[in-house]
């Protein structure tokens, strides 16, 4: 007579998928919660065509209890300096590490070579994401972000040789400049509004000094743009943008716009032309009456900046 086991062959399957459980959460804990895991000290990079290596002198997890989930050294490209909250832009490499029992850290961490997909033509700011997997969402192959460390510099990739056009409002008499073919398509549809034609001005972007591009508080202004290849007078307005209120009189910070190449000793080097910055003396001819502390800027027409434009020989 045969003797029939209906429980061996569950049992079994309850094993294996016990065991595969196990392994994947071995391999990516799920849910793991929210841990303190921080840089300690600095983090770098390298790359070369394909590849990067990405370093960080120390990951720590300050937690009193609790493993962290697998962790990860992440180098994105952003528009401007991070400071939280949702990734937008782009990630050029990671590295894999991890994960840390409670107070535990890892010194001296070396990526070796792993892949790097760089970012579109252009200037842009890096910082190095620390991330931990989580298991509960669903960006970032479910990595969330931890810690992150700012590279002061902006890098520029690509040739980035866009044609940098030249606008002219007849109407309120302010110069633009823009390196963007679709901005530029768009103020030739009436985007920005009527009185805006090209005045056949343009040169080539290139070299190595990103160009930082703001604009006017909207109120009370100044209703212009402003251009500038210093980096030190770029970061001075982004940081009198933090701490100047935004019911005064401002520079607000708007992308890396295009590049430029510094000249030498007032003379361009081979194969590039000038490209002036011009000031109206609009501050003086300004109205100086005052609301509290505040000039009162005229809203439209020129502005004390003399519309920060930038001319071009040809």
Known sequence: MRQVNCGTGFAKNVIRTFALALFLFALFPIGARASNVDFVGTAGYTYQGTTA?????????????????????ELWAFPSAYAGGTLN???????????????????NIDSGPVQFLPPPA?????????????GVHHTNDGFVVRDWFNFNAPVVFGASEATVIEFHNTILDHYFLTASSI??????????????????????????????????????????????????????????????????????????????????????????????????????SASTATTGSAPAWPRYGKSWTGDGYTRASQ
């Not at 832009?89 to 010194?107: D, I, N, R």
Request: hydrophobic share 40%; net charge negative; proline share 8%.
């Open 183 to 284: 901005e530029a398509a768009a103020i030739d549809a009436g985007s920005a509004g009527p009185g805006w034609v090209r005045t056949g001005n343009s040169f080539k972007s290139g070299g190595v000094f990103p160009v930082c591009r703001f604009y006017g508080s909207p109120d009370p202004g100044p209703n212009s743009h402003f251009f500038t290849a210093d980096a030190a007078e770029c970061a001075s307005l982004r940081q009198l943008q933090l701490t100047a209120s935004p019911l005064l009189p401002r520079w607000n910070f708007e992308s890396f716009d295009f590049v430029s190449t510094p000249h030498d000793g007032g003379l361009c080097p081979p194969a590039t032309v000038p490209a002036y910055r011009a000031y109206n003396n609009g501050f003086a």
């Open 53 to 73: 290596v990405l370093t960080a002198e120390r990951v720590q997890n300050v937690d009193a209890v609790g493993t962290s989930g697998f962790l990860r050294l």
């Open 122 to 134: 252009g200037a842009w700011m890096l910082a190095m994401i620390l991330s931990e997997y989580s």
């Open 89 to 107: 832009g782009y990630k050029l490499a990671q590295h894999l590490f991890g994960p840390l029992a409670a107070g535990a850290f890892v010194e």
